[in-house]
């Protein structure tokens, strides 16, 4: 069996971008890293892939494999680390590490996939919204008082974490959710102004956004982040 040392979705920096795991009764653990788009991340958040998925069945730009092999000694913790930093060179981005063995299998004998989901950016991004859903019974009514104010309906601020100043010109893409088991689609795209604030007319379900500004990018999910 499979456990993590950390929770399932992380965020960090470049400079600590190290996973800690720890299994029982395996000899080796199979390792696949997908790096992923920003958009793509915030629809896996929201979408998460069965255990039963291949990580090579993910959608990524880029990705590595490896073998780790882990020591003979059985029926206690055998712990090792994967270091994104370690397969690519420059590890800013987000990535799903997906990790099996050939005999972690269901009641069935079914392949099983454990995974962890980690975002590398130097990018924080702060949200203030009206939780508008589409079940609203006046529609019209609440968009056009909530829009007629300054702040509009959606405000992102984004910063760096380094020093908390503003990054300005980023490019915010926002997801807005549909029907359940359905992945999150891009509804709206618009960039930071010079104090790093985005402010958009308000959306109905909103269930994240994906920040990105040169080779830096960030996101942001209704279901880890809040």
């Not at 020093?163 to 960039?191: E, M, R």
Request: aromatic letters at 10%; hydrophobic letters at 35%; one cysteine or more.
């Amino acid at each position: 069996r499979f456990h993590s040392l950390d929770k399932q979705y992380n965020v960090t920096t470049p400079g600590k971008t190290k996973l800690t795991y720890a299994v029982e009764n395996f000899d080796k653990v199979y390792v696949h890293i997908c790096k992923t788009s920003p958009v793509a991340m915030v629809q896996y958040l929201g979408n998460r892939p069965g255990n039963k998925i291949a990580g090579e069945s993910l959608s990524c730009v880029d990705a590595r494999s490896d073998v780790v092999v882990i020591p003979p000694k059985l029926w206690i913790n055998n712990y090792f680390q994967i270091d994104v930093a370690k397969y690519f060179s420059d590890p800013r981005g987000q990535y799903i590490v997906s990790l099996t063995n050939p005999n972690y299998v269901d009641y069935n004998g079914t392949q099983m996939w454990e995974r962890s989901y980690l975002s590398v950016t130097n990018f924080a991004i702060g949200e203030k919204k009206v939780r508008w859903t589409k079940y609203d019974a006046i529609p019209a009514m609440t968009e056009n008082s909530v829009n007629e104010t300054e702040a509009l309906g959606e405000l992102y601020w984004v910063s760096r974490i380094a020093d908390l100043s503003p990054v300005s010109g980023a490019s915010v893409t926002v997801l807005q959710g549909g029907n359940y088991g359905t992945d999150p689609q891009v509804v709206d795209i618009t960039k930071t102004d010079l104090s790093g604030i985005a402010r958009l007319p308000l959306i109905k379900d909103v269930v994240g956004v994906a920040v990105t500004l040169g080779g830096d990018s960030a996101v942001l999910s209704s279901w880890t982040d809040n």
